[in-house]
Nanobody, 119 residues
């Protein structure tokens, strides 16, 4: 099994910053993509940022220039700057990994960490 533990969410004022972290543990042979998605109340889950094992990064349009994703071994982080009220959502970590050399890569999701941007 693979476990994902997210941390760093909370309440912040508009214009502020937060940093989220997600640690993957368990039976992991290799990790492909690591990233973050978010879901606001009444909306569908959307891409925030994904970083591939080779370093290629994709950002959602609404966070480009404000958010930065990075990874180190089994940890993926999301630095969020210039936060806006519309960034309020539950943020989910997603890691695509294989548990053995012959396993097909599978997506695993964290339980989510809430981020609220409000004055």
């Amino acid at each position: 099994q693979v476990q994902l533990v997210e941390s760093g969410g909370g309440l912040v004022q508009p214009g502020g910053s937060l940093r989220l972290s997600c640690d993957a543990s368990g039976t992991i042979f290799s990790i492909n993509n690591m990233g973050w998605y978010r879901q606001a109340p009444g909306k569908e889950r959307e891409l925030v940022a994904v970083i591939a094992s080779g370093g290629r990064i994709n950002y959602g349009d609404s966070v480009k220039g404000r958010f930065s994703v990075s990874r180190d071994k089994n940890t993926v982080r999301l630095q969020m700057n210039s936060l806006k009220p519309e960034d309020t959502a539950v943020y989910y970590c997603r890691v695509q990994c294989a548990q053995t050399p012959i396993s097909y890569p599978t997506n695993y999701w964290g339980k989510g960490t809430p981020v609220t941007v409000s004055s």
